[in-house]
């Protein structure tokens, strides 16, 4: 039977799922579990990441599921990211390829640069000097770039593209590649609807990703008062009326915008419920109510080594 997920074709003929499984805070000995409930349930969209230190138990997953015939490995659309430690050009291969072995594959869907700000290359994931201090190190996009075309040319990856990178910082990338993002993955939920950024990236054909699409309530640093997405009355009315969930309302509002989004789970009936979406449509003024509860709110902001970096993305207006 036909997924029901409708595909995003990328400027460059491959096609992106619109709707996958996140796996970032997906915790070792639960996401190898959600990754297979997730593939039962009709997901074949996988968006993965070398810092969430998980990518060995997903690639179990995988390797369980493709065994047992139960997906094939053209039928998944596997994406990881390139860690902030790897940003020089010499480290941007090895890195792909340790992911590669990581996840049991031989070659990505989608590679990106996970954020703009470099660190230093100390064998630390987090390196901090003598002081305490988070050890940075600036490094030309451009040529970070350039050796993530080369894993292009080796055949390591299909698409590349970008994450939590600003329009200054997408348009810097632009101006010396060969080969164009092809994606720009982004925070992206009511309270932070991008709808500046996404409009830009679409200008450059540049298809975007909705990360956090639920407001991310389990974020390490999410206080008791914060507000929270999928308990605010406007969208819990609006879900009511349609017999979903809320989050069945989050996730829905990006794929109408036309965004890929990547919900995550590690609950089997949660997993089940936000494939669920695809038998609704929200109305003209729904859709109008939802993007005006826009408020710059940014659940995925703030922690340190994010504000004194130099190439800290969010410091402009989009």
Known sequence: ??????????????????????????????????????IDAGYRHIDCAYIYQNENEVGEALKKKISS?????????????????????????????KTLGLLGLEYLDLYLIHWPMG?????DLFPKG???????????????????EKCVELGLVRSIGLSNFNSKQIEHVMNGCSIKPAVNQIESHPYLNQTKLIEFCRE?????????PLGSPDRPWAKPEDPSLLQDPKLVAIATKHNKSPAQLLIRYQIERGVIVI??????????ENFDVFNFELSKEEIQVVDAMDCNGRFCDGMEWMTTHSDYPFAIEY
């Open 1 to 38: 039977m036909a997924s029901p997920v409708p595909n995003v074709k990328l400027y460059n003929g491959y096609e992106m799922p619109i709707f996958g499984l996140g796996t970032w805070k997906s915790s070792p000995g639960q996401v190898g579990q959600a990754v297979e409930d997730a």
């Open 69 to 97: 015939g139960a997906v094939t490995r053209d039928q998944l659309f596997i994406t990881s990211k390139l860690w902030n430690c790897f940003h020089s050009p010499e480290l941007v291969e090895p890195a792909l390829k």
């Open 119 to 123: 660190f230093a290359d100390t064998g």
């Open 130 to 148: 003598e002081d305490g201090k988070l050890m940075v190190k600036k490094v030309n996009h451009q040529e970070t770039w350039k050796a993530m």
């Open 204 to 212: 450059k054909g540049i298809a975007v990703t909705a990360y956090s």
């Open 263 to 272: 919900p995550k789970s590690v609950t089997k009936s949660r997993i089940v």
